[in-house]
């Protein structure tokens, strides 16, 4: 049983959806759990009958109660008719769960505006106010949570939210019981990936530790990458000696540069550490690289790069201000990423979720590249150097939200040599990769399509140190790995496609429906006449 949406949520555009919306639902996707948010339907999409079918599909609902939240009746209209779910789902037996959150707002507040008759919303009746509170009476009998943005940290507070989804769902059968999921603990128990370097965040406490450094530090250690973050509230603080030693240890630096980032003596002692550190192993012979991402947090980098405004160091004279200036400019030299949140003109704003992953998909993209052994540089110029290059030119964009998927065909005379060379090369580059060898032989088995599935979800949606899925899973609880192969950069390999490829189909319907994020797909045959049917571009 699978729903066209797991979650849906609610909520007030003008007050959340740029950040506790935009976070709350690239967290459940991260879990294989889809949701709908209005502002990512399609042009041309009707408003009015998505959200109701949206709504009527979903088994669980999340509503974000917000200052704005009663002055708008599409958002009261959501709310009355998630209750009548209710009564609908009772009737029918069917899995139904809402949870209320209170956004910046006090229950008081909400119940208080049980007790108003009159029309507040434009162009609203007396009968719709009346059915309106109705349904927030309901709403208002769930248990809900409560969130403060001024003092919750956005991922651990999000994450208890996250949880309670999850463990609803585990508990219906709409997702797998996995054998980590402890239902009292905390949905994302760290596993430090046994090669990956650890990640240095700096940044101003008062500015973006509660949320986007929150936020950051959660995706990372979702995917096993140990982060040092000074003064983080809700982990150990370090001392003087064991943040010089951190950034020293640290393969990736990410740097927030916000308004009042140079109020700190702290922060501008790291950026200098940081900037030595990274020209100290630019110089050296090491096979060791240090990134260093700057993200530009409501400021320009002219500003920093020149210390003007809100970068100005001040009366600070002498060696120690050349030291900071030095490093400030260097850093503003850097290519990195700019994030908008304060603008009078919300269009302009981004959102939360998006640019955060992007930064995180680049740090764990710079340390797979740490971990890929060295391919022989002989045996690369010596075979398909051409279609290596080919290759190499479709991958350098570095636009992980495109939707495309590449595939490429490989005449393939020398068994897998080819695409072992592609994975020393390019494997880095991807969050997940999975090699089907023998495609055609083990296609023709009893089962053997099954198999292949089986093999392609846990290879794309299973880390190192989990067991593969059962055959059982994978027909059960199909729409939630594919959900999960959705939210990644994967590399899929086809080695020994036969002269029929006809048996092969479904599995590859599979893979083009469900890879994005400018994913990979190579076809591996000594049939030349099957690759140029099956490859287009």
């Not at 940044?203 to 450094?213: A, C, L, M, S």
């Amino acid at each position: 049983m699978y729903s066209d949406y797991s979650v849906f949520i609610c909520h007030r555009g003008r007050d959340t959806k740029h950040n506790v919306v935009s976070v709350l639902q690239g967290m459940l996707r991260l879990k294989g759990i889809r949701s709908f948010v209005d502002y990512e339907m399609g042009e041309g999409s009707e408003v009015n009958s998505s959200i109701k079918k949206a709504i009527q599909s979903s088994l669980l609902h999340i509503v974000i109660l917000s200052k704005n939240f009663k002055n708008s009746g599409w958002c009261l209209n959501e709310v009355h008719q998630i209750m009548n779910m209710k009564e609908a789902a009772t009737t029918f037996s069917k899995p139904f769960k809402v949870i209320p959150v209170f956004y910046d707002v006090e229950f008081d507040h909400v119940n208080s505006f049980l007790n108003e008759h009159k029309p507040i919303v434009t162009r609203s009746t007396i009968e719709q106010v009346e059915s309106w509170n109705k349904a927030l009476e309901g709403l208002l009998q769930h248990r809900g949570f409560k969130y403060n943005s001024k003092t919750a940290f956005q991922w651990e507070e999000l994450n208890t939210i996250v949880s309670e989804v999850e463990a609803f769902l585990i508990s219906h059968n709409i997702l797998p019981y996995p054998s980590h999921y402890h239902e009292k603990g905390s949905a994302w128990e760290i596993d430090v990936h046994p090669h990956y370097s650890s990640v240095f965040i700096c940044h101003n406490k008062e500015d973006t530790q509660r949320n986007v450094v929150s936020v950051l530090r959660g995706i990372l250690r979702s995917c096993g990458i140990r982060c040092f973050v000074v003064d983080y509230d809700k982990e150990e603080t370090l001392t003087k000696f064991d943040i010089v030693e951190a950034i020293r240890k640290s393969a990736v630096h990410v740097v927030f540069l916000s308004p009042s980032f140079v109020i700190s003596r702290q922060c501008l002692g790291e950026i200098v550490e940081i900037m030595r550190v990274r020209d100290s192993t630019d110089s050296s012979e090491t096979e060791r690289q240090v990134k260093v991402l700057p993200v530009f947090y409501d400021v320009e980098p002219y500003m920093v790069r020149h210390q003007i405004k809100h970068f100005d160091l001040g009366n600070v004279g002498g060696s120690t201000k050349e030291r900071w200036a030095n490093a400030l400019t260097c850093l503003a030299n850097l290519k990195g990423f700019e994030y908008v949140t304060s603008t009078e003109d919300k269009r302009l704003q981004q959102f939360q979720w998006e640019t955060v992953h992007k930064i995180a998909a680049k740090v764990e993209a710079h340390l797979r590249k740490g971990v890929i052994p060295c391919n022989t540089k002989r045996k690369r110029e010596k075979l398909y150097q051409q279609k290596l290059n080919q290759v190499l030119e479709a991958l350098k964009s570095e636009d992980l939200v495109s939707k495309d998927l590449f595939v490429v065909g490989v005449y393939e005379r020398n068994k897998s040599q080819f695409t072992e060379l592609m994975v020393e090369e390019f494997g880095y580059r991807f969050d997940a990769i999975c090699i089907l060898s023998n495609v055609m032989e083990e296609s023709s088995q009893p089962g053997g399509r099954s198999h292949l599935l089986r093999k392609l979800y846990s290879d794309l949606t299973r880390k190192q140190k989990e067991e593969p899925l059962s055959l059982d899973d994978t027909t059960m609880h199909r729409r939630h790995y594919e959900q999960l192969m959705q939210n990644k950069r994967c590399f899929v390999v086809f080695n020994g496609i036969g002269n029929d490829i006809e048996d092969l189909t479904p599995l590859l319907q599979v893979v083009t429906k469900n890879l994005k994020n400018r994913s990979l797909v190579v076809l591996a045959s000594r049939f030349q006449h099957v690759l140029q049917e099956q490859v287009k571009s």
